[in-house]
């Protein structure tokens, strides 16, 4: 790949994101957004849960002779769920959480999205929250995950001095 692309690294996120199922085959989220969802009433109503990607840190670094470059990018994953029923929200969150983790240890390269050689989570990363939004509280699940990408410069001479 001659070039960045950060945008299809967060589409596939969210692409894995949206297929993501439980050991039983239902659906973990009932929406899935790059970025903010500014209605989230509606998609966590009845036991539903739904997740925001958020792009965070960002590095471009020259890596090697000849023009390769590595991009390491990290990315905020937010599940929420409604505290209509806290010990409802509280085990379901737990649930979101586990299902979410999998495809994470599974999928390191996401697919070559955006030329992505490695995914994981950062160490020390997640955290269960509680946020206000849209007038209601919520339960929340963040996650950092990390990407590491290369491309390469193919103008000649790749590198300019």
Do not use: C, M, P
């Given at each position: 790949m001659s070039g960045p692309n950060t945008l299809a690294v967060g589409q596939a996120i969210v692409g894995y994101m949206q297929a993501l199922t439980y050991s039983?085959?239902?659906?973990?989220?009932k929406a899935v957004t790059l970025s903010e969802q500014k209605d989230i009433t509606d998609n966590v109503a009845g036991g539903a849960a739904s997740l925001e990607v958020y792009a965070n840190l960002?590095?471009?670094?020259?890596?090697?002779?000849?023009?390769?470059?590595?991009?390491?990018?990290?990315?905020?994953?937010?599940?929420?769920?409604?505290?209509?029923?806290?010990?409802?929200?509280?085990?379901?969150?737990y649930q979101v959480r586990d299902a979410l983790i999998q495809p994470f240890q599974e999928h390191a390269t996401l697919g070559n999205a955006g030329n992505v050689f490695d995914s994981k989570i950062k160490p020390n990363s997640a955290k269960f929250l509680k946020i206000f939004r849209n007038g209601q509280w919520l339960r929340g699940h963040l996650i950092e995950i990390q990407t590491i990408s290369e491309w390469f410069i193919t103008t000649p001479p790749g590198v300019i001095s």
């Open positions: 039983g085959g239902a659906q973990v989220y960002d590095d471009s670094q020259h890596f090697a002779f000849n023009g390769k470059i590595r991009d390491t990018q990290s990315w905020f994953l937010l599940s929420l769920v409604s505290l209509d029923d806290a010990q409802a929200a509280e085990a379901l969150i």
